[in-house]
């Protein structure tokens, strides 16, 4: 199902005529034929429970019972104190409502689409079948009764995205739980699965096949298309091989009401079999961006000259391909915090936007002006994620369809915790919101003689800030500081760039690497072979043609995805594999939790009295506990219940929401005991502080990305949007 926000479905009225309706029908199957007549047999002339439980319609005006309606909150979820019952709809599901109209009463009822939530305000058993009375807002007014069986009971909002299959195989989807089990934790389960994906594209399928259906071959991308696949249920699969799986059970819909063995019918197998795809046209129109975000400090003189340079000469060769409109450059510089040192004039400044660098000769002009810095920034590290994030939130890569950011310094970020950052975000946070827009992250690390000390630590920050699913991290250390060795990987890696948007203008899709074992087949039709020019940098430019040919490759798939209309597979209810077969630490799919605007302010505000208790336990003989007992109040929760045991984790304290509640993750802040903090060294205290202030900070990103809120109630109650937090991303 692609759930848009922007289109609401249109819903038709069927009114109930009195005597010549029909059943229910157990089978979806039957429900098409019944929406053409009225669907209440057993029930004519008897009314399902009215709308509301303390006026009854038939006694009291309209007017009056819609304020009592109003005034209700749907049903708790048992054991729960703030959550509410939701339900998701069947295909075929019919809502009814009793409604008064002179005087007369009727049943009214109306043809649900599939997969619409809805909060549930009652449960009522009537005429022998169990009926939910449900509206599409927690504030209400509700909407009428819905037949228990054409209901989905969604116990969390959690629901799961594809990731990008460039990389891995695509991801089956079973029947049967107990089958995909047996396969996951099976010693030959890449052959048997395999084998199943053999049966399907030679179209020979048995009745009893176990796969319902199978991922679509190009991406869909939720930043962009919001599409529902909610998790209903999990189990976890300890692998001989050490990696932990999860089978987990998730919903669609059929577009056709009761089809759930899609691809045993014969007009669905074509488009399930992996066939060459009619795509050359579309891949035409693809467009990539190309974003240099440049340390201009004092020591970055020769890099800097060397960078404009690279873009001069990449500008050349689109020309001479007709191109020069399908890849645009821009550049951001950065240096420091200007608060203690004012003549650094800034901390990041954007030189040139994509849309100056779809015209050269503006760019070339506007990127002359970027000059190193007079002065000495505090320190040795710089604020390298400033200038990376006014990258990723200035520039519009909305007309950009591949979307590279290439890092150039010599020195390390500063950390989120240091008082002179301005983003005050770690790596992880970063790269998240890049990936969030699509963003592809490289760094060319400089290892100058000046800055040995910080060589390591830098490292391991950008190795985190550019990985990049299924392709791993795209860092890149230049030794010695070469100034000959940094040109080469800038124009090895801007020429793939263009090499990409080249081989796409003829029609191309970037090869699919994985398993493939030829080095013929993964040349790309543009291959320049600058292998033979520096073969003595041969294992380096293998690495980089080759991640840098998968991440185009993803992008390319998401831009057909997009293109071309492409939609979750069409099934009800499946199990699938959290990891790939053969690369069991490849996740075949991103989990998110659905946050309203209250439940994320509500856990960001947790985390700041966590982050002040465990400041205030470092500076007093009080145990972290204490501080935290001390806080609750301040939350709304209770103070007793803080703290009870010394081994008991945070998680069962009762401070953090219950809408974090049995998911299915591992949580470093969850587990914390007061025992484990007063076992740490107070630096180990301090990374764990640092990382729940990056994540309310991260936090705050995402209460402001106005467009990334989903209205499951369509718009009616502000407060009710949800977001789709990563699990990642979780404390």
């Known amino acids: 199902l692609a759930y848009s926000r922007e289109k609401a479905s249109e819903k038709k009225e069927i009114p109930h005529s009195g005597n010549e309706g029909q059943a229910i029908a157990e089978d979806p199957k039957q429900l098409a034929s019944l929406h053409e007549k009225s669907p209440g047999e057993g029930i004519t002339g008897r009314h399902l429970p009215p709308t509301t439980d303390k006026t009854d319609i038939t006694e009291s005006s309209p007017k009056k019972a819609k304020v009592a309606d109003a005034e209700r909150r749907p049903l708790l979820m048992e054991g729960k104190k703030t959550l509410f019952q939701r339900v998701l709809t069947r295909p075929g599901a019919l809502l009814n409502r009793v409604s008064q109209n002179d005087g007369n009463t009727e049943d009214v009822w109306k043809k649900v689409d599939p997969f619409t939530i809805f909060c549930v305000f009652d449960r009522k058993s009537f005429m022998g079948r169990n009926w939910v009375e449900v509206g599409a807002s927690t504030s209400g007014p509700t909407e009428g009764w819905i037949d228990e069986r054409q209901l989905i009971d969604w116990k969390q909002t959690l629901t799961v995205a594809f990731t990008n299959p460039a990389g891995r195989k695509r991801t089956l ?53 919001f599409y529902l696949l909610p998790i209903l249920d999990a189990n976890e699969v300890f692998l001989a091989s050490g990696f932990n799986v999860r089978a987990l059970k998730i919903a669609s819909v059929t577009l056709d009401e009761g089809d759930q063995d899609l691809i045993i019918k014969e007009e669905n197998r074509k488009s399930l079999v992996q066939e060459a795809p009619k795509q050359a046209q579309v891949m035409t129109e693809f467009r990539a961006g190309v974003v240099f975000v440049i340390d201009s400090t004092t020591s970055m003189g020769p890099y800097i000259d060397r960078t404009r340079e690279a873009v001069r000469q990449i500008y050349d060769k689109l020309k001479k391909a007709d191109l020069l409109g399908q890849i645009s450059f821009g550049l951001v510089a950065y240096r420091d915090n200007i608060d203690k040192v004012p003549k650094l004039g800034y901390v990041s400044h954007v030189y040139g936007n994509l849309r100056d660098g779809e015209r050269p000769s503006i760019l070339l002009e506007k990127i002359s002006a970027v000059q190193p810095a007079s002065v000495s920034s505090q320190g040795f590290v710089e604020d390298a994620f400033a200038g990376i994030l006014s990258a990723i939130e200035d520039m519009n890569w909305a007309d950009y369809d591949g979307r590279y950011l290439i890092l ?27 990936l969030d827009k699509g963003i592809a992250t490289y760094c060319l690390h400089i290892l100058s003689e000046v800055g040995k000390k910080n060589h390591e630590s830098a490292a391991i920050q950008y190795q985190s800030l550019t990985e990049y699913p299924a392709a791993g991290s795209l860092y890149y250390p230049v030794e010695g500081g070469s100034v000959q060795e940094f040109g080469f990987v800038t124009d090895l890696l801007a020429g793939a760039f263009v090499d990409q948007v080249i081989d796409a203008s ?25 292998d033979q020019q520096h073969p003595e940098d041969s294992g380096k430019i293998s690495e980089i043609k080759a991640k840098t040919l998968l991440v185009g490759r993803a992008m390319q798939l998401a831009y057909l995805g997009k293109e071309k209309g492409t939609q979750a597979p069409r099934l009800f209810e499946a199990w699938i594999s959290d990891r790939d077969f053969l690369s069991p630490d490849t996740p075949t799919v991103d989990v998110h939790v659905l946050l309203t605007k209250n439940q994320l302010s509500d856990l960001q505000q947790t985390l700041k009295t966590i982050m002040r208790a ?118």
């Open 173 to 225: 989807l079973f029947r049967d739980k107990n089958y995909l089990i047996d396969l996951v934790d099976s010693c030959n389960a890449v052959a048997r699965s395999e084998a199943l994906r053999q049966t399907i594209q030679q179209g020979a399928i048995p009745e009893d096949f176990p796969v319902i259906s199978i991922e679509p071959a190009t991406h869909i991308d939720i930043q962009k298309q």
């Open 408 to 434: 150039i310094t010599d020195a390390g970020a500063r950390r989120g915790n240091d008082p002179l950052s301005a983003t005050r975000m770690n790596a992880e946070q970063i790269r998240r919101l890049a």
């Open 506 to 530: 003829k029609g191309y899709v970037a090869k699919d690497i994985a398993n493939t074992h030829s080095d013929k087949k993964d040349s790309s039709p543009s291959d320049s072979g600058k």
């Open 614 to 731: 465990g400041k205030a336990s470092m500076e007093s003989s009080k145990g972290f506990f204490d501080e935290l007992r001390s806080a609750a109040a301040a939350l709304s929760r209770d103070p007793n219940e803080i703290g009870k045991s010394k081994t008991s984790r945070l998680g069962e304290q009762g401070l953090l929401g219950e809408y974090l509640d049995g998911l299915p993750y591992q949580s470093k802040v969850m587990s914390i005991s007061d025992d484990l903090w007063s076992s740490w060294s107070i630096g180990e205290q301090q990374d764990f502080l640092d990382e729940v202030e990056a994540k309310i900070r991260l936090y705050e990103e995402y209460h402001d990305d106005v467009d990334r809120w989903i209205a499951l109630d369509a718009g009616r109650v502000p407060g009710d949007a949800v977001y789709p937090v990563p699990l990642d991303d979780l404390p």
